[in-house]
T-cell receptor, first 115, second 118 residues
């Protein structure tokens, strides 16, 4: 199998602070990871593609200066929500691509609440 | 533009009844097709997928789906619903990387919440 973890699973922060979310592939290496955002009772929307050793590719409408992505190793990508505001409250889910088959495995998600 | 449509945001069935969740895609080229299940406050679990080969795909938990190119559909079925099947189900598509600018990411439908009545 393939396991992807996210940390923290749940975070509550004050408006204006920054929050870092980690996505780790535990038993495989992933050159590509994706970050998705899920609003309540809504589908998942791709935010950005994280590539190890290079800059992330952001989807249209996603502010790269607000959602900082770092993919420093083959097993770790981080998403930092800078100067968070209540509208950033959401469920953030990462996924990692494994192997030649390019199968995508999802993390359990991080619930961010900005007060 | 490519898109995924799931008919019915909420489907309710009785325990033991047939489950049918509908998914249609819009694309000039047949994509890879996926069904995921999501339990509250959890990530996504892959139920099944179609990439090539046999168009009837069997997945976990007794679910199956059939790719019908002529109908651009990939409906999910299960002969007999269990209470534990109550969850949110997402249909998703992707294309090979570098095809039409694809990065290999998934495009999701809006989801269908399945309720199972005792």
């Amino acid at each position: 199998g393939a396991v992807v973890s996210q940390h923290p699973s749940r975070v509550i922060c004050k408006s204006g602070t920054s929050v870092k979310i980690e996505c780790r592939s535990l038993d495989f290496q992933a050159t590509t990871m994706f970050w998705y955002r899920q609003f309540p009772k809504k589908s998942l929307m791709l935010m950005a593609t994280s590539n190890e050793g290079s800059k992330a590719t952001y989807e249209q409408g996603v502010e790269k200066d607000k959602f900082l992505i770092n993919h420093a190793s083959l097993t770790l990508s981080t998403l930092t929500v800078t100067s968070a505001h209540p509208e950033d409250s959401s469920f953030y889910i990462c996924s990692a691509i494994k192997g030649r088959a390019r199968e995508q495995f999802f993390g359990p998600g991080t619930r961010l609440t900005v007060l | 533009a490519q898109s995924v449509t799931q008919l019915g945001s909420h489907v309710s069935v009785s325990e033991g009844a047939l489950v049918l969740l509908r998914c249609n895609y819009s694309s000039s080229v047949p994509p890879y097709l996926f069904w995921y299940v999501q339990y509250p406050n959890q990530g996504l679990q892959l139920l099944l997928k179609y990439t090539t080969g046999a168009t009837l795909v069997k997945g976990i938990n007794g679910f199956e789906a059939e790719f019908k190119k002529s109908e651009t559909s990939f409906h999910l079925t299960k002969p007999s619903a269990h209470m534990s099947d109550a969850a949110e189900y997402f249909c998703a598509v992707s294309w090979p990387e570098n095809y039409g600018g694809s990065q290999g990411n998934l495009i999701f439908g809006k989801g269908t919440k399945l309720s199972v009545k005792p």
